[in-house]
């Protein structure tokens, strides 16, 4: 058997992982050790882990976070009642699996978008699709998608997503069409997929800021009361780091 052949036909077959393992594993001693099953599974699991290392990777970048978070990294010594238990149930993505919403609020600096970008990044490492939105992007996107005519499609791109990260939602102005692309994110996404929104305001002041009744309930129905709350306050973690 032509060790090299074999090496070849397992990079035409896209089995990179595997070839490389068998190539190293060939010239360490070591591999004389192994029984014909135990080298077997080492080919297999590392073939399986490096998929999935790329599928993470590929998943990361398709959400496009804009902060590098992780639920290791959060900062619990900040005073901003974040309470550590919740959080870190919230982390074992059962709200995903659930398809439950999270609201997370406060002032700024405290913290809202790192963390849910940090939930964002533990849900791709898990394998679920993600896509993360700051609400100004996501409202330029819907507009460029109704003028280009590839509204639905942007609509169903959304639906495809298990998790979906609106950010910094209620500092721009809602006008008539973001309140109904709103709407249709929010009917679509209720009960088959978890959105987590971050904002400034208050959730009692949401109903006002989205305007138009009808739409308003339909909307708060459908995210407030199948949600998880965190309510942030205390001094800007960015101003306080500057000063440090």
């Known amino acids: 058997m032509n060790n090299q052949t074999t090496i070849e036909k397992m990079k ?5 992982a595997m070839a490389e393992t068998y190539h190293q594993n060939l010239n360490t001693p070591a591999y004389q050790d192994y029984t014909m099953d135990q080298f077997l599974a080492l080919l297999v699991d590392n073939e399986w882990d490096d998929r999935q290392n790329r599928k993470v990777k590929s998943l990361i970048a ?10 290791e990294n959060v900062d619990y010594s900040h005073p901003r009642s ?12 059962d709200f995903i699996k659930r398809n439950e919403n999270i609201i997370i609020t406060g002032p ?4 809202k978008s790192y963390l849910a970008q940090a939930l ?3 849900a791709c490492k898990m394998l679920y699709k993600t896509f993360y939105f700051n609400m100004t992007r996501l409202i330029d996107e819907i507009s460029l998608a109704k ?4 509204y639905l499609a942007f609509l169903k791109k959304l639906q495809n997503a298990q998790l979906l990260i609106l950010d910094d939602f209620g500092l721009t102005a809602i006008d008539r069409t973001q309140r109904r692309a709103l709407l249709d994110i929010v009917e679509h996404k209720y009960d088959e997929a978890s959105i987590i929104f971050t904002s400034q305001i208050p959730v009692e002041n949401w109903h006002e800021l989205i305007g138009e ?8 129905d459908r ?6 709350r965190i309510e942030l306050n205390g001094d800007s973690m960015r101003k306080n780091k500057l000063l440090k």
């Open 12 to 16: 035409q077959m896209r089995l990179h």
């Open 62 to 71: 398709k959400a496009k976070f804009k902060a590098q978070a992780s639920v």
């Open 82 to 93: 974040l309470d550590r238990n919740l959080f870190d149930r919230l982390a074992s993505l």
């Open 108 to 111: 700024t600096g405290s913290g």
């Open 120 to 122: 964002g990044v533990q």
């Open 147 to 150: 003028l280009q005519g590839n």
């Open 213 to 220: 009744n009808t739409i308003a309930d339909a909307i708060l």
């Open 223 to 228: 995210i407030v009361y199948s949600s998880h």
